[in-house]
């Protein structure tokens, strides 16, 4: 029977251009060469005790001559993002039906304060969201997934979950977890609603 739904966050929950694309368009930027910048910050500001990331970004924007002060750099990244409020209406209705529901991101401090201040409507639609910066567990490593099952005494089975990342997606399985990419709204509903049967 299942008892929690397991949602990632960005690409999921949010929406957004992509950030290399609006950087090209906005800053003229490369964005395989902004992508290359991301790839080498990302999974270590993900990292709890990680140093702040404006101050991993800003010899990139110095390179780039992309005059943007933290503040300035973070509210353009971050402002970008809209809320999916299709899913938070469908989610408050599941929590209703006595469904637990669950974010886990792979975030970092900067981002996540933002979302906290910017949406509190999310998180308070939510049982809990588990932030790797915070918890120490990062996708697609299983600790991620068995510390949301273990602090709240579920089983794989008894959850699903909802990524956009294949790799993700893959570790869930393994678990024993219902796993499916998110392929919008529409689909991640009728999937919940069959397995609700």
Known sequence: MLKAIIFDLNGVFLESEFLSDRFQ????????????????IMPVVRQPHASDSYSLWKPYLDTWNVSLNEGEFFDYW???EKLVLELLDYVEGLREEGLKVFILSNNFRERTEYYREHFPELFKELDK?????????????EKAYGNVLEENGLK???CAYFDDSS?????????GIHAYGYEGFKATKETIERLLK
């Open 156 to 158: 794989g089975e008894e």
């Open 129 to 141: 969201a588990y932030f790797s910066w915070e918890t120490g567990f990062i996708k697609p490593d």
């Open 167 to 175: 790799k993700n997606v893959k570790v869930a399985k393994n678990l």
């Open 78 to 80: 971050f402002s970008g």
């Open 25 to 40: 368009k906005d800053h003229g930027v490369d964005s395989k060469e902004f992508i290359g910048a991301l790839k080498e």
